[in-house]
């Protein structure tokens, strides 16, 4: 059992995947509702890297601006400060789930696609069923959710050879296997991440229990499109991991978010066009 | 490897051709790789099919390359294309897999094996053999042919091996 070396790294800040201290205080300010788009621009653009992206991806097919944006505060006034923020995440979540997680079978490309990806097809998914959900919390929730894979994957080569045994008939989720050998599954290791880098509750719940959506507190509906974003990007095979095709979707997110087997087949079909959408996002 | 190999990937409801040195390599859930192989021509090809048919009927002409029933004589083409007609060049086959046994998606259930369905019948038919499959569980698998010789570097669960059988 590696647990007690796994709770070393979560207590080690130096260890830790980290997000930048402008990221931090784009999105704390971002949490309260006076806030002032001159004051949000310059912190923003303490950063040139982030700035950099902003500009780039403000004029990108994707956002579909109305006219060229060449600052920040360009960008604020003619995105609004939803979508800012959303590309300020984006570019922070690239620079940490962009790595080969060999382990895990996963490699960097194949992480942000997927993570891109679940992210998506989550924000299209409270789009279709017209769910009361915001489809940028819906889309951030989705980015995340792997984000804890990073940290268990340093801890698999001593176990390696016992995992692959134990794969061999295992039945269970991967998260089981997970749970067994490292004490934590990716899920609570995400979330330890997400409270660490100061997110919103709701954030943390919904990658706290993507997999097992029945289990969520605060944010059932949210965490039942996360799991059935993240399933059928599974079953595509994008970003598939050592876990494979091991979680069914849970009845209880179709019963939550009113997704019908039809919808199930349109969104899986058309996977490959989401993943076209998004060729400006892929390549930050 | 050689120095000189390109490593082309082959994306989702995609098809690609390479020859000697190229690598084509793809990743497959649910979905199936379906790899032709001459060995005297060292010419290969990688179709990667999301599902045995359109539901919609309308998405197919879009895009063949999604679905096996348009997906597969498009393959055949291309290896014509390459100079590769149907006898000298076999088949074989990767991914469809599924576990979601007893739950309330009949779809996601059936994928798998209604993709590995209709590429057997495909190559029955068109007197194709079908020489190596590694198809069905609940393993994900990355796939890469290498056109020099026409093995397959297959890597699932942890595990990855050589599969040099060609003909």
């Known amino acids: 059992m590696l647990k007690s070396k796994v709770d070393e790294v979560l207590q080690d800040v130096n260890k830790l995947p980290a997000i930048s201290s402008v990221v931090s205080k784009v999105l704390e300010k971002l949490q309260k509702p006076d806030v002032n788009i001159a004051d949000l621009a310059q912190e923003i653009s303490k950063d040139p890297a982030i700035t950099a992206n902003v500009i780039k991806l403000s004029n990108s097919a994707y ?86 894979k990073i940290v268990l994957a340093q801890f698999f080569s001593p176990v390696m050879m016992q995992i692959k045994t134990d794969l061999k008939d295992n039945q269970e989720p991967f998260s089981v296997l997970e749970k067994k050998y490292f004490g934590y599954t990716h899920m609570e290791v995400s979330e330890n991440l997400l409270k ?81 959408g998004l060729a400006d996002l892929l390549n930050v | 490897m050689s120095i000189k190999s390109k490593i082309i990937n082959v994306g989702i409801a995609d098809i690609k051709v390479g020859k000697d040195t190229d690598v084509l390599r793809t990743t497959l859930g649910s979905c199936i790789g379906i790899v032709l192989y001459d060995p005297e021509q060292k ?5 990667h099919i999301m599902l045995a048919k359109d539901p919609t009927g309308k998405d197919a002409s879009k895009f063949p390359h999604k679905y096996g029933e348009t997906a597969l ?12 007609n149907i006898g000298q060049y076999s088949c074989r086959m990767f991914g469809g897999a599924s576990m979601f046994k007893g739950i309330n998606s009949q779809f996601l259930q059936n994928i798998g094996e ?3 369905a209709i590429v057997k019948k495909f190559m029955e ?22 056109c020099d010789d026409g093995r397959v570097l297959l890597k699932k669960a942890g595990m990855e091996k050589y599969l040099y059988k060609v003909r």
């Open chain 1, 196 to 276: 660490r880098w100061n997110f919103p509750q709701e954030l943390t719940d919904v990658v706290a229990n993507y997999l097992t959506p029945e289990n969520s507190k605060s944010n059932p509906l949210l965490t039942s499109v996360v799991h059935i974003a993240s399933i059928l990007i599974v079953v595509s095979g994008i970003g598939i991991d050592i876990g494979g095709e091991s979680v069914p979707i849970s009845p209880f997110a179709l019963n939550q978010t009113g997704v019908t087997e039809a919808d199930i087949e349109t969104y899986f079909v058309h996977i490959p066009d989401l993943q076209a």
């Open chain 2, 125 to 146: 038919e068109k007197k194709i053999p079908v020489i190596v499959e590694d198809v069905a569980g609940n393993e994900g698998r990355t796939i890469s042919l290498y």
């Open chain 2, 73 to 84: 004589p498009i393959l055949i083409e291309m290896m014509k294309q390459q100079g590769s």
């Open chain 2, 114 to 116: 209604q993709n590995i």
């Open chain 2, 43 to 47: 010419v290969g090809a990688i179709s």
């Open chain 1, 63 to 148: 956002y579909r601006a109305s006219k060229p944006i060449r600052t920040v505060q360009e960008a604020l006034m003619t995105l609004g400060i939803k979508t800012v923020k959303e590309i300020v995440l984006l570019t922070a979540a690239k620079g940490i789930l962009s790595q080969d997680l060999n382990s895990y079978q996963l490699e960097a490309a194949q992480l942000w696609t997927s993570s891109l990806l679940v992210a998506e097809l989550s924000s299209k998914i409270v789009q279709h069923k017209k769910l009361k959900i915001d489809k940028d919390l819906a889309f951030t929730s989705g980015l995340l959710c792997s984000v804890g």
